[in-house]
């Protein structure tokens, strides 16, 4: 039997490794690990006359293919991986390394370096006046809160940069005369006379005297093994402001290991390298709360960022009867049924009036958009009282597409597009509408 030329060979290989991808993309023979970070989801189009003159189906199917071609995961992950290791760089934008391999995110750099203040007041005066008016309304809405027997307590959760300055790259510096938004609310808060915890001198002097890191290497909230005392610190200060017993956090359990998980190691998923970075022994201990049967069992409303997320998934809870997180003020997490989801359609009255503390917890990256809008919320909610249902008001906007002419023909074109009946497409727009107004 002859056997096969040499150029038969080579270009049987380089038949192989063209298919390879096409056979990938379709079927899905090899399974790979998703890329960390977010992609924005891509809205269908369907093919028609309309979409193809206009461009808009060739468009879709361009990022489409784009994002889903065989072994995309595995071609990403490959470059990143030599673009870091030969340059000590990434590829995403919104990551900064710095010193000995530490990770930052680049809105939190921005607004140690004093940029995000620059872009969003200009001046620190104008900056300090903005933060005036702020806690003149937090001091009002808690006042309003007080008269249901809400209490309402400010956590300042501390950013990285703010903790650990000193491996920040070097071509990323601090204005000469730092201004601090975090801590001048901290000022102003004990100025007005508004309950908080201010957790950014508590940590820079934990820093001193710790024997491990506050911040992981790879992480960018507080380290898992900072959750027992932030958890304590938060269930006392809620003991002093309401004046009865709460239960203790009691660290069981310090169970130190190189395996991260959760955010002790989310800017690494989000780098999207070949091979793991090297991981330091850490603690992720678990507690426990002590002290349970003497305590009272308040109602807890959250309105936070991410970094509540670590404390909602703890025995943290378990001090409360119940607990609503209302995650940027947009969506709600609850352990009691039918509270979760869109806050927009749940019944903000009944919780809002029935929890005994609002607990507001932001970074100073968040610190810009003040409470995430949860003023204007309080009001709202207060405004419309217990009877207000949000399914009259949808359908009410429904009947006011329908009495606008114009507006009921972009309505119509839009379902047609989509490729939708008019009664869904008309509830979207009603359901956006809503949500905007309600926000």
């Known amino acids: 039997m002859k056997k096969p030329s040499y150029h038969t060979v080579l270009f049987a290989i380089l038949m192989v490794a063209l298919c390879l991808p096409l056979v990938q993309h379709f079927g899905h023979v090899f399974k790979f690990k998703e890329l960390g970070g977010y992609t924005a989801p891509l809205e269908p189009v369907k093919w028609s006359w309309q979409t193809c003159r206009d461009q808009s189906w060739q468009d879709y199917e361009q990022k489409f293919l784009q994002q889903n071609f065989g072994f995309r995961n595995l071609y990403i992950r490959a470059y990143n991986q030599f673009y870091y290791s030969i340059f000590h760089q990434t590829t995403n934008q919104n990551m900064v390394i710095g010193k000995h391999g ?114 992981t290497k790879y992480g960018t909230h507080w380290a898992y093994s900072t959750i027992p005392f932030v958890a304590d ?83 943290f809870v378990k001090a409360f009867r119940h607990v609503d997180y209302w995650k940027y003020n947009e969506t709600a997490y609850s352990t009691r049924p039918n509270c979760s989801g869109n806050i927009s359609y749940l019944n903000r009255y009944e919780i809002l009036t029935e929890a005994d503390v609002v607990l507001v917890v932001f970074t100073d990256m968040h610190a810009f958009d003040y409470f995430f809008g949860f003023i204007k919320t309080v009001d709202r909610t207060l405004e419309d009282g217990p009877d207000y249902d949000p399914e009259k008001a949808i359908l009410a906007i429904i009947e006011r597409i329908k009495a606008t002419p114009e507006w009921y023909e972009k309505v119509k074109e839009q379902a047609k597009e989509k490729g939708i009946s008019l009664e869904q497409c008309l509830r979207e727009n009603a359901q956006w509408v809503f949500e905007q107004d309600r926000k």
């Open 102 to 215: 530490e990770l930052f995110l680049k809105q939190y750099t921005d607004v140690f370096t004093g940029k995000t203040l620059r872009d969003r007041y200009g001046t620190v005066d104008s900056a300090r006046a903005a933060m005036q008016t702020n806690v003149l309304e937090t001091r009002r809405i808690a006042d309003s809160l007080k008269k249901y027997g809400t209490e309402l307590i400010v956590v300042l959760a501390p950013s990285k940069p703010l903790i650990y300055p000193e491996y920040l790259p070097e071509d990323i510096q601090r204005e000469h005369d730092p201004f601090s938004i975090q801590e001048e609310y901290a000022k102003l808060y004990a100025q007005a006379g508004i309950e908080h915890i201010n957790f950014v001198p508590v940590f820079r002097q934990m820093k001193a005297t710790e024997p491990y890191p506050l911040y």
């Open 233 to 315: 610190t938060i269930l006392q200060k809620i003991a002093s402001v309401k004046g009865y017993a709460m239960p203790h956090a009691v660290c069981v359990d310090s169970n130190v290991s190189v395996r991260y998980f959760g955010s002790d190691k989310e800017l690494e998923e989000q780098l999207n390298l070949l091979f793991p970075l090297r991981h330091e022994r850490i603690p992720t201990p678990k507690f426990t709360l002590q002290g349970e049967s003497k305590s009272q069992k308040p109602n807890l409303l959250v309105i936070g960022d991410s970094y509540f997320t670590q404390l909602e998934k703890t025995d």
